[in-house]
């Protein structure tokens, strides 16, 4: 994996899930072009996504949307179901970040502060790490930080 940040804006994202997970990944790519599908959301859902689709899909209906945006997020609390999305869009050579693991695109933990911004990544593999890692280095990268940061 290659640690990268990119602009929201114009990327199109497509949330498969409407629960806290795909909540928290919707959040991520604030500013984005963000479409949800699921048939239930989490309350506030519809402010951080341009639009909602609540219907119950399968997977040829879902194979035949995802190559209409840029990065697919498999957020479904189903495990076999986000494998199965997963695997739909690598075949297709799509970008993919799956609540389960196994994706091309991995989500990070993220500090943001004023001009600067720290994200902690284990690539998927001990997913408790990073929250724990930022919420440290929040303590550590106090005012001090941001004080030198305007000085410089």
């Excluded at 990119?6 to 629960?19: A, D, H």
């Excluded at 199965?84 to 695109?105: M, P, W």
Aim: proline letters at 5%.
């Amino acid at each position: 994996m290659v640690p990268l940040l990119v602009s929201p804006e114009r990327l199109k994202i497509l949330v498969i899930g409407g629960g806290n997970v795909a909540m928290r990944k919707c959040r991520h790519f604030e500013g984005s072009d963000i479409t949800v599908i699921a048939e239930d959301t989490v309350p506030g859902m519809d402010g951080v996504s341009e639009r909602i689709v609540r219907k119950r899909t399968d997977i040829a209906e879902l194979r035949g949307m995802m190559e209409d945006f840029d990065i697919i997020v498999a957020a479904t609390d189903d495990m076999a179901l986000n494998s199965e999305i997963r695997d739909v869009a690598l075949s297709l050579g799509l970008y993919i970040n799956s609540a389960h693991g196994g994706g091309n695109v991995v989500i990070p933990s993220v500090l943001r502060r004023d001009g600067y911004t720290v994200s902690v990544s284990t690539e998927g593999r001990l997913p408790a790490f990073p929250p724990f890692a930022v919420r440290e280095l929040d303590k550590f990268l106090d005012g001090w930080f941001d004080n030198m940061f305007a000085v410089l």
